[in-house]
């Protein structure tokens, strides 16, 4: 399934075929999704920072099921169509929705938190951490989705 987004690897072309063209704007794809990538790790630390002080993580990853719940939402509009009715370029496309919201999510906090709260005999704890990170990123993945297909359907949702 095609989303409009560049992958890697993948050749830009540009008219009059100059390869060596073509390898810069390659690069400069790279460039974009690092630079995203910067600013959604910094966003996910202003988070954490901010959280902190209400729910400590030791007492419950609330920072980083926030993260992962807007960012499951943000990823589902994404790619249910959102970017591509803007008039960002493909290459900044790619960028928000592989660098920014890439490093904004954190599977591997999400995988290491569950283990913490495993590790400190809090097993039921990690059960309601993994049931809600993930019901309610699919669910907010599908919603965002949703949005994105109703505004080019005119409102309509499926």
Same mark, same amino acid.
């Given at each position: 399934? &095609?989303?409009?987004?560049?992958?890697?690897?993948?050749?830009?072309? +540009?008219? !009059?075929? %100059?390869?060596?063209?073509?390898?810069?704007?390659?690069?400069?794809?790279?460039?974009?999704?690092?630079? @995203?990538?910067?600013?959604?790790?910094? /966003?996910?630390?202003?988070?954490? $920072?901010?959280f902190e002080p209400?729910?400590?993580?030791?007492?419950?990853?609330?920072?980083?099921?926030?993260?992962?719940?807007?960012?499951?939402? $943000?990823?589902?509009?994404?790619? !249910?169509?959102? /970017? @591509? +009715?803007?008039?960002?370029? &493909?290459? @900044? +496309?790619?960028?928000? $929705?592989?660098?920014?919201?890439?490093?904004?999510?954190?599977?591997?906090?999400?995988?290491? &938190?569950?283990?913490?709260?495993?590790?400190?005999?809090?097993?039921?704890?990690?059960?309601?951490?993994?049931?809600?990170?993930?019901?309610?990123?699919?669910? /907010?993945?599908?919603?965002?989705?949703?949005?994105?297909? $109703?505004?080019? %359907?005119?409102? &309509?949702?499926?």
């Amino acid at each position: 399934m &095609e989303f409009g987004l560049a992958r890697p690897g993948r050749r830009h072309r +540009r008219l !009059g075929g %100059d390869r060596g063209v073509g390898r810069l704007t390659g690069l400069m794809t790279y460039l974009f999704v690092g630079l @995203a990538g910067i600013g959604g790790a910094l /966003l996910r630390f202003a988070i954490g $920072a901010a959280f902190e002080p209400f729910v400590p993580p030791a007492l419950f990853p609330a920072a980083t099921l926030f993260c992962n719940w807007t960012g499951s939402f $943000a990823l589902g509009w994404m790619l !249910g169509g959102g /970017l @591509a +009715r803007t008039s960002l370029s &493909e290459r @900044a +496309r790619t960028a928000m $929705a592989t660098g920014f919201v890439g490093s904004y999510t954190t599977f591997s906090t999400f995988s290491a &938190e569950t283990v913490r709260f495993i590790d400190g005999g809090q097993g039921w704890l990690a059960v309601v951490y993994i049931v809600t990170s993930m019901w309610g990123g699919i669910a /907010l993945a599908w919603a965002g989705d949703r949005l994105a297909a $109703a505004r080019s %359907d005119g409102g &309509e949702t499926a």
